[in-house]
């Protein structure tokens, strides 16, 4: 059984947009005063509420707090549900800072001001789905584009307000659609010049969508700067940058969606390169130091996130290899030819290999990933026969 999530546009009237915000504020003063209890009593009592505990003070809050009733049950559960998982986090990355772990750096939780509390979540019920519309407790029917058809169980939904708009995210258990079986194999390299060259030999553009629209970027947050906060002109401002993002977002997107179907539409393995992105924006000793904001922008975390769901869903083999001397290792001999960064041809002084650096790298990963494929057959052959 796999998770997948199916995304649609809601379009609320006024009068209902006014209560999907209600809905929205009712959560954040109850997520800040779950936050501020918890603080209270650890910092007088040197001990915190549970889930548990703060999840059975909601019915007698209801008692005293007349607009809690105005909310679903289980939305309001899950406010305590968020509350308890920021919590759990703030203790991770306590310990992992203890123990001296990279990046982890504990931040406790905050309360959220106006505007930050963005969704609210139906866990089992309070809502129902018809052709065109979207029926929700206390709000009634929201138009909606079901441009495609809802698959599996849905386990949960969300409602989101992103720039303004707002949007339905069904979470759906479902079982996997496994594709047609398939030998081919292909390793993916992914670099800035090129978004990906494969060990094909074929490339695939870098789109860089954000340094696209960078230039507009500029000039909508120049003129924001220039309004004054809270006025009619700031609210222009705020969503006129708001739609600029959204527009790098959704191309960024649907770009990398493209791309990971084609790969899991045709192959059977695919192997990359187990990169640490998070490590290389934040430049912990990386040659890459400079260049964050473009190895932000050629969104590899979203490919891999993407590609690991797709082809779990089709299962596909998907394979990560550490990407240790990729690129200066001889995709033939195995020679190991020392070069900087700004080297782009991989030249072999033992076999006379000439190729592009990125070629060579692919055909690496590709050897690498299928060597792997090979060992964990063997040993499931093994473990099999004993």
């Known amino acids: 059984m796999i998770r997948k999530a199916y995304v649609f546009r809601l379009y609320p009237t006024p009068a209902q947009e006014t209560a999907l915000n209600g809905v929205l504020a009712v959560c954040r003063e109850v997520y800040n005063s779950l936050v501020n209890w918890r603080k209270h009593d650890y910092e007088v009592e040197g001990q915190s509420p549970n889930y548990y505990e703060q999840k059975k003070a909601l019915p007698v809050w209801k008692q005293t707090h007349p607009e809690l009733r105005e909310i679903h049950s289980q939305t309001l559960q899950d406010v305590v549900k968020r509350v308890d998982l920021a919590f759990q986090a703030f203790f991770r990355r306590c310990r992992a800072s203890a123990t001296g772990k990279a990046g982890e750096t504990p931040g406790y939780p905050r309360m959220k001001g106006v505007g930050q509390y963005d969704s609210f979540t139906f866990t089992q019920g309070g809502y129902s789905v018809t052709e065109n519309a979207l029926t929700m407790f206390k709000i009634g029917a ?39 079986e398939s030998q081919e194999s292909i390793g993916v390299d992914v670099g800035l010049s090129q978004f990906a060259t494969l060990s094909d030999g074929s490339t695939v553009e870098n789109p860089r969508f954000f340094r696209q629209d960078e230039k507009a970027l500029g000039k909508a947050g120049r003129k924001q700067a220039k309004t004054k906060k809270r006025s009619p002109a700031r609210r222009k401002a705020n969503k006129v940058l708001s739609r600029i993002h959204e527009r790098i977002r959704n191309r960024r997107h649907n770009f990398v969606h493209q791309f990971a179907r084609r790969l899991v539409n045709r192959y059977g393995t695919i192997a990359v390169e187990n990169l640490n992105v998070k490590g290389m924006v934040q430049n912990h000793g990386y040659p890459l130091a400079g260049v964050a904001k473009s190895i932000s922008d050629a969104s590899w975390s979203m490919f891999r996130s993407v590609l690991t769901q797709k082809a779990e869903s089709a299962a596909r083999q998907l394979v990560a290899v550490e990407p240790a001397y990729t690129s200066q290792d001889c995709s033939t001999c195995g020679y190991r030819v020392r070069k900087k960064l700004s080297e782009r041809v991989h030249s072999c002084p033992n076999c006379g290999l000439v190729l592009d650096r990125d070629h060579n790298a692919a055909l690496n990963i590709i050897s690498l990933g299928l060597h792997r494929v090979s060992q964990s057959v063997e040993a499931a052959g093994f473990i099999h026969a004993e």
């Open 142 to 180: 929201v138009k909606a584009v079901f441009h495609r058809p809802i698959g599996g169980e849905i386990k949960t939904l969300t409602i989101r307000k992103r720039g303004g708009k707002w949007f339905a995210c069904f979470s759906c258990e479902m079982v996997a659609e496994s594709l047609p």
